[in-house]
């Protein structure tokens, strides 16, 4: 994420830990913003729920990454039920909810 912000002094990290302290910062006053992947601040605020109910997600992201499951034309021609499986189950995991339980768990 960083390295959309050029010669910063921002501080990078990845695990829970870290954002749970970071976010006490950011809820005491302590420094004035804290970016996050969507994915990342929403489990975290969901699973902190009471000690961060006074931050807020900021609206637009400073930053939309699209990201893609590309799949061989060797690979789709030579397994083509199968790759209408994948795309099938991919639909039905994030249309279901499921997508979002286990994106939870990554960033425990």
Excluded: C
């Excluded at 830990?17 to 910062?25: A, F, G």
């Excluded at 000690?51 to 034309?73: D, G, Q, R, T």
């Amino acid at each position: 994420m960083l390295r959309n912000f050029p010669k910063n002094n921002i501080p990078e990290f990845t695990s829970l830990l870290k954002w749970v302290v970071y976010l006490r910062k950011l809820d005491k006053g302590r420094i004035a913003a804290v970016v996050a992947t969507q994915g990342q601040g929403d489990s975290i605020l969901k699973k902190h729920p009471g000690e961060f109910k006074e931050i807020i997600k900021m609206s637009p992201p400073l930053k939309i990454k699209n990201a893609y499951l590309l799949l061989s034309h060797q690979f789709v021609n030579q397994n083509r039920q199968l790759a209408e499986d994948i795309w099938n189950e991919i639909r039905r995991i994030r249309e279901s909810g499921e997508y979002e339980k286990i994106a939870d768990k990554y960033y425990e």
